[in-house]
């Protein structure tokens, strides 16, 4: 075996020995060792590559006879990255498949999306995601295990899978045990990481306070700080003169106490700036002619940012497989995967730390008094300084962790019950702590603690205070998943005409029981144990079940290898509906030309070495909604009143459920065209696609107000989903320097729209879905700019009285002079003329002075692989991004509103001053300093606008790759087969037109606000050895 860039070495004692050279889309070569000790040699390109195997629901399918649109990557898109999980190295590699990341932290998975949004019942739209066969999440394997993914997009393909095939499948087969002398892998990887975003915020203490309270004061007429002028010229002090103490003692109000004077830089008081990370894999295989075995092992630490008291994140990874030839007509085969992982963090509740550090942080507040006792406020204001976030991390009792694990077994076996007949069957039986997530396939949860503590501060001298309170929380599952899948395949030819069928069946049963309790006040802040609590105790629980059953069959058919034909279908049945709507029957079609075959084509073969053209259609349920929504269920409460001296509990009423709740139905028509040129260097592939979801759950038709409740769901909405996907490669390879030199380019490209046809909003309200919307659009006003004069301001408000503007209620309820417009201000267009500034009837007919400005969904999906090989060097290079996606930045969305939301933010930009408009700057892009404008309902900013929609369009050079690997003369040496080294970059550079470098696009997709667990750069180097 060699690696991807075809080094290998062998111990070979024959000098007649005859080595065989094969790759995947390559012509075989043969060469006589003889007396050599190198044998370096190009490949030629095989003109019939098009035999290639494509994984396909239970089984295979050549490359040439796909008729439905798959996509497929191997293991080397993998092998040749440092990722902490396979959604990271999937993202921007399969054209129609979009991997997004809610976050940054340690472990974090990315949610995959396949085509677009399917339902509006499902936010991602999240494929069903097969391990081996079996249920189970990308974020739970070791990427070194993968040898294919393939991803079933259209119905034809998908229809097998049957109700959970609504939004995709993603298929992941894992590398096989192989037989002869046993071989030992091992790979190690250390890292470094530091955030993709800038972090220099402003740290002068005057600089900050002075915005900050700028703005308050022209919001609400007080001060913020409270600092008075002599405080504010101590502070301009220490702008030059670092010497002079950050926290005097002074008597303010008869009492002395701490006045801070300080320049923090409360960002690396908190987080750190780079943190390290390391990969350790292990692998073994080999067997006989009877038996073959495999068996490997991770280990993957990545530490956190946070500063004070580490976030560590550990992940393990086990699998063995073998299989026996029991007799010449059965083989058995086992699989055992084992993943486990734990994150700790401080604090109580890991995005927490950021969320609060956020506010009441000014630069001019210090964390610690002198005397070594934590800050938490300020006797001259009434606000906490970070929410006491630091004074309870530098206590570092408050802590929190997740712990999950999964253990799969399957045990399977194959028959050939005869020539041409072959039974397939296994049983996957699943244990684990976490909860599996049927929406996005994935396990989730698992066993949670949180603990949370007083933590002591001061602000008097010698007199101690403590903040928060004493409650541990913890939280246990366990879920039990059981899979039988079995199936028979009848493959055969007959002179022209090739036959495959196959029949089979598949049941599962999932079971999930939950467990938390929370209790309060324990004895000691040192010992975790809710027996230690004196507060009440206070007991959850919950469990869940739901089983799936179906048959499914499919027959294909190829007459000369010219004219192909497969039909599918799946008889599908799940607990989540009443049993007189559970079974639904989901068939497709689909059919391919292999327009290359006829003897008309001949002529231009050489050029063009395949071309076909296929096209498909199908329909598939979408069981990924509530458990049993049939059901009417109540709730237990408790009264909020007392009778006889106690609270009552009752029970609710139950609500309405609808009598004709059932499958939501996903129809699906594709026309792909396949081609091949110039000895099958270049490969382009382009598919089109439609997709009809009909009988989407949603809210019931309007009903009268005697009704008494509220409306009941019902199969009651249909989406449309149209798009594309294309996908270009190059590869070639020939001699340079002696050397042999291979390279590779490849590009994907994918979008969709996608729109409301059918909806219960007669009058098309815009806060509701209605029959013409295009998912993701944002409407909003327009801005032509901004007051150049107070007079060009009062003239306008003349016209158009603040009465009369829902986007200028924040500044009309400002005092004085700032109750009005200025220059400075925003200049709002009032596009229907009639006077007013508002959103009309806010329906589609009168929407007042909106319009449609945006869209909120990514567009213009891409990604682009480069690589390169030449003697021992391996260099690779990819790059992954959007063309277009639009966000408007949320009310709290701090690192790009600053004081214009809340004027008391802890994080402002370096460069923040330089946006603000004044009147030697009136060119600037955000308008004259005015506090909770961005914040409040009726605020100028907070209203959204075109002036200030953001787009998120980015490009991202996602990793690069340098590697070398030692010449097989040294390798014989040491008796080694293979030895590489490398170093690699992951998010090393982004370019993206958001308009502050403070936030990744990525970031503000994920949360409204940007505020979550910041995404990292990570710069590696690693050492993979073979023996």
């Known amino acids: 075996m060699t690696d991807a860039a075809g080094r290998y070495q062998l111990t070979v004692t024959d000098g007649n020995a005859v080595l065989v050279f094969s790759y995947v889309g390559y012509l075989p070569q043969e060469v006589t060792v003889g007396k050599q000790s190198t044998l370096d040699l190009a490949l030629q390109v095989d003109p019939k590559n098009m ?34 999980n396979i959604s990271q190295g999937l993202q921007g590699a399969l054209p129609g498949m979009n991997v997004t990341f809610g976050d940054g932290r340690p472990g974090s998975a990315g949610t995959i999306n396949i085509r677009g949004y399917a339902s509006i019942n499902s936010s991602t739209g999240s494929p069903l995601i097969l391990i081996d ?107 030059t003169d670092h010497s002079l103490p950050s926290v005097v003692v002074d008597n303010r109000n008869g009492k002395d106490m701490y006045i801070y004077y300080g320049n923090t830089d409360w960002w690396r008081t908190m987080f750190r700036d780079w943190s390290p990370s390391m990969e350790h894999n292990l692998s073994f295989s080999g067997g006989n002619d009877k038996t073959d075995y495999l068996v490997s092992g991770r280990y993957y630490q990545k530490r956190g940012v946070m500063r004070v008291n580490q976030d560590i994140y550990n992940a393990y990874n086990f699998r063995a497989k073998l299989n026996t030839k029991v007799t010449d007509w059965f083989t058995l085969n086992t699989n055992t995967q084992f993943n486990a992982n734990d994150y700790s963090y401080p604090g109580w509740g890991v995005n927490n730390n950021f969320v609060s550090v956020t506010v009441h942080a000014l630069p001019s507040y210090v964390p610690v008094n002198p005397d070594g006792t934590a800050t938490y406020r300020t006797e001259l204001n009434n606000y906490t300084i970070g929410d006491g976030i630091y004074a309870d991390l ?171 034909l497969e039909l599918n279908g799946r008889y599908d049945g799940t607990s989540r509906f009443r049993p007189s709507d559970r079974f639904g029957f989901f068939p497709s079609v689909s059919a391919g030309w292999r327009v290359s075959e006829e003897s008309f084509f001949e002529p231009i073969k050489s050029f063009a070495n395949e071309f076909k053209i296929r096209a498909s259609y199908g329909s598939l349920g979408n069981q990924q909604v509530a458990n049993y929504a049939y059901l009417s269920t109540m709730s237990r409460g408790t009264s909020s009143y007392l009778m006889n001296g106690q609270k009552l509990e009752f029970l609710s009423v139950p609500a309405p459920i609808s009598s004709s709740l059932t499958w939501e139905k996903a129809t699906s028509a594709d026309v792909g065209v396949d081609v091949a040129l110039l ?22 038709r309007t009903l009268p107000t005697v009704f008494g409740a509220t409306e009941p769901r019902e199969n009651a909405a249909d989406l449309l989903t149209k798009g594309f996907e294309l996908s270009v490669n190059w590869k070639d390879r020939f001699t340079v320097g002696g050397k ?84 400075g201000d925003l200049r709002y267009v009032d596009i229907n003329g009639d006077g007013k500034i508002n959103v009309g009837e ?88 005015r506090g909770y404008t961005a914040l409040n309902g009726g605020g100028d900013l907070q209203a959204v606008n075109n ?40 998010n090393m550079v982004t370019l993206t037109k958001l308009k502050t470098s403070y936030i990744d696009p990525e970031m503000a997709a994920a949360e409204t606000n940007g505020r979550v667990y910041p995404f990292s750069k990570v710069y590696s180097f690693g050492l993979d050895i073979s023996f």
């Open 51 to 84: 035999q290639e195997l494509v994984v396909v629901g239970y089984g295979t399918q050549k490359k040439a006879n796909l008729t439905g649109a798959v996509s497929q990557v191997g293991a080397e898109t993998l092998e040749s990255r440092p990722i902490a």
């Open 133 to 239: 066969g079996v249920p189970g999440s990308l974020n739970s394997i070791n990427p070194r295990d993968v040898e294919s993914i393939s991803v079933l997009k259209d119905a034809a393909s998908a229809s097998i899978y049957g109700a959970r095939g609504a939004f995709g499948v993603v298929l992941v087969t894992t590398k096989k045990a192989k037989g002869g002398r046993m071989s030992v892998n091992y790979g190690t990887n250390f890292g470094f990481s530091t955030p993709t975003v800038r972090t220099d915020f402003i740290t002068d203490g005057y600089t900050s306070a002075k915005l900050n309270d700028d703005a308050f004061i022209r919001a609400t007429g007080k001060s913020y700080t409270g600092y008075t002028d002599e405080d504010y010229e101590e502070l301009r002090k220490r702008q």
């Open 394 to 564: 530098l206590h570092g009792k408050s802590k929190g962790g997740e712990k999950r694990f999964e253990l799969t077994q399957t045990i399977g076996g194959t028959l050939q019950l005869a020539k041409h007949i072959t039974a397939v069957g296994s049983y996957s039986y699943t244990l684990s702590n976490g909860v599996f997530n049927v929406n996005r396939s994935a396990w989730e949860s698992g066993n949670t603690f949180l603990r949370r503590t007083p933590a002591p501060w001061s602000i008097f001298p010698g007199v101690m205070s403590t903040v928060g309170y004493d409650q541990l929380s913890e939280t246990s599952n366990l879920s039990q998943y059981h899979v039988v899948n079995a199936y028979a395949t009848y493959d055969n030819t007959f002179g022209d005409h090739a036959f495959k069928a196959m029949v089979g069946y598949n049941q599962e049963l999932y079971q999930q029981k939950s467990l938390s309790g929370n209790r309060k006040d324990l004895l000691s802040q040192d010992l975790n144990d809710v027996n230690l609590g004196s507060g009440a105790q206070e007991i959850n629980g919950g469990q869940t079940e739901w089983a799936l059953l179906g048959y499914f069959a499919r027959i294909n058919y190829d007459y000369r290898g010219k004219y192909l």
């Open 679 to 700: 000895r099958n260097k270049l490969n382009v592939s382009y598919d089109w696609y439609r997709r009809a979801t009909t009988r989407m759950l949603t809210k019931g």
């Open 740 to 823: 042999p030199f291979s390279y590779n380019v490849g590009v994907v490209l994918s979008d969709y729209k996608a729109a409301i046809t059918r909806f219960d909003n007669p009058t098309q309200l815009l806060n509701s879905n209605y029959v013409g919307q295009q998912l993701g659009e944002i409407w909003g006003y327009t801005i032509d700019g901004m007051f150049g004069s107070d007079e060009e301001a009062a003239a306008w408000q003349a016209a158009i009285p603040l009465s009369n503007s829902v986007v200028h209620k924040q500044i009309s309820s400002a005092p004085g002079e700032w109750g009005k417009l200025r220059a």
């Open 842 to 929: 806010n329906t589609v007919a009168n929407h007042g002075d909106l319009q449609r400005i945006g869209n909120s969904l990514p567009r213009y999906s891409f990604g682009v692989n480069l690589g390169a090989n030449w003697g021992n060097f391996d260099l690779s290079a990819f790059f992954q991004g959007i063309g277009r996606q639009n966000w408007y930045p949320g009310s709290n969305a701090d690192k790009f509103w600053g004081p214009y939301s809340r004027p008391y933010y802890s994080f402002i930009p370096k460069d923040f001053e330089s946006q603000i408009w004044t009147p030697e700057n009136t060119n600037a892009y955000l308008p004259v300093l």
């Open 947 to 986: 002036r200030y929609l953001q787009n998120l369009a980015y490009v991202r050079l996602k990793n690069l790759t340098l590697g070398y690997s030692l010449p097989s003369t040294l390798l014989q040496r040491i008796k080694m087969a293979r030895c590489r080294i490398y170093v690699s970059g992951e």
